[in-house]
């Protein structure tokens, strides 16, 4: 499986940018889909995650109400919208596949795009 993360940008804050992850393989219904974020000298870190059916969603308390993660299965690709970004949210921000149960951790993620970069200004 591989993830190509597009989208990125700079970005005003309160301003929205969406991101796009493309997969190959035809598996993609099968896998747990999520969005981590590293910013420079933090540890990578849950934002937000989506089941393979599309029906269970999780989200980063830092997140939650103003990102939205989206799965698009007859194009192979999940999105996340970024609404009212704050400096805050700046990062590389990198998707993921995998099978795991655990929808938070790393670990559940077998699969890795490159990252996007995201900065909001002030």
């Known amino acids: 499986v591989q993830l190509q993360a597009s989208g990125g940008g700079l970005v005003q804050a309160g301003g929205s940018l969406r991101l796009s992850c493309a997969t190959s393989g035809r598996t993609f219904r099968s896998y747990l889909m999520g969005w981590f974020r590293q910013a420079p000298g933090k540890e990578r870190e849950f934002v937000t995650a989506i089941s393979g059916s599309g029906e269970r969603t999780y989200y980063a308390d830092s997140v939650k109400g103003r990102f939205t993660i989206s799965k698009d299965n007859a194009k192979n690709t999940v999105y996340l919208q970024m609404n009212s970004l704050k400096p805050e949210d700046t990062a590389v921000y990198y998707c993921?596949?995998?099978?795991?149960?655990?929808?938070?951790?790393?670990?559940?993620?077998?699969?890795w795009g490159q990252g996007t970069q995201v900065t909001v200004s002030s």
């Open positions: 993921a596949a995998g099978v795991g149960v655990s929808m938070l951790s790393p670990a559940a993620y077998d699969y």
